[in-house]
């Protein structure tokens, strides 16, 4: 697999969490990397983004001021940074590389993804 993430855990509301994607085959540094969720019986949802060209990000409404989105060039990952997480938040998390020409939230420009990991917010 040429995505694998890792740290998803059951964390009390107001808590945090930092999940890591470890990439191979390929040089993350090169290319528009995307965090996505999926909650039960809902759409795959955009969180953040980071552009190829250069460490600038971007996160999407619903998480802006709690989520930040990294990337280690030497470790060949990217991570997500959730802090005062809430029950909404709760979904299968997943790291995804873009080949597309812009970065973006959309799930349909992204080709290629991890197998998601777990991230529950309950007391």
């Known amino acids: 697999l040429p995505l694998v993430e890792s740290g998803g855990d059951l964390v009390q509301p107001g808590g945090s969490l930092r999940l890591s994607c470890v990439a191979s085959?390929?040089?993350?540094?090169?290319?528009?990397m995307g965090w996505f969720r999926q909650a039960p019986g809902k759409e795959r949802e955009g969180v953040a983004n980071?552009?190829?060209?250069?460490?600038?990000?971007m996160c999407a409404a619903s998480v802006k001021g709690r989520f930040t989105m990294s990337r280690d060039n030497a470790n060949n990952s990217v991570y997500l940074q959730m802090n005062n997480l809430k029950p909404e938040d709760t979904a299968v998390y997943y790291c995804?590389?873009?080949?597309?020409?812009?970065?973006?939230?959309?799930?349909?420009?992204?080709?290629?993804w991890g197998q998601g990991t777990q991230v529950t917010v309950s007391s």
């Open positions: 980071i552009r190829g060209s250069d460490n600038v990000s």
């Open positions: 085959g390929f040089v993350v540094e090169y290319y528009h």
């Open positions: 995804a590389m873009s080949i597309s020409s812009s970065p973006s939230l959309e799930a349909k420009d992204y080709s290629y």
